[in-house]
């Protein structure tokens, strides 16, 4: 069975930083993680940040400039940088991942196919 597995999460006082990474595990090459997402409590969940096909990357507004994304298509793996953490940072990260050939910015909304099980990340002021 193949599935996305997270690492990386955490606590960390505001201004700190942290870095997330996701693998594919089982046939690690039949899914492609490409993006992540985060639930903070009480809210819905948000897109934080995406590597399209082609390398191009999208982030939402609260985190520009504060993470980045990155891919290692070698290893079939997606990183998230995260510097300059604040507290509304807090949240559930959960990467995301599709078929190889799917890109997620020419689909949109509702691309993932495959879901990590999700790593904490709590930033205290």
């Known amino acids: 069975q193949v599935q996305l597995v997270e690492s990386g999460g955490g606590l960390v006082q505001a201004g700190g930083s942290l870095r997330l990474s996701c693998a594919a595990s089982g046939n690690i090459f039949s899914i492609v993680p490409r993006a992540w997402y985060r639930q903070a409590p009480g809210k819905q969940l948000e897109l934080v940040a995406v590597?399209?096909?082609?390398?191009?990357?999208k982030y939402a507004d609260s985190v520009k400039g504060r993470f980045t994304v990155a891919r290692d298509n070698a290893k079939n793996t997606v990183s998230l940088q995260m510097n300059s953490l604040k507290p509304e940072d807090t949240g559930v990260y959960y990467c995301?991942?599709?078929?190889?050939?799917?890109?997620?910015?020419?689909?949109?909304?509702?691309?993932?196919?495959?879901w990590g099980q999700g790593t904490q990340v709590t930033v205290s002021s």
């Open positions: 995301a991942g599709a078929a190889p050939l799917l890109d997620p910015l020419a689909v949109g909304e509702n691309w993932a196919d495959y």
């Open positions: 590597v399209g096909r082609g390398g191009i990357t």
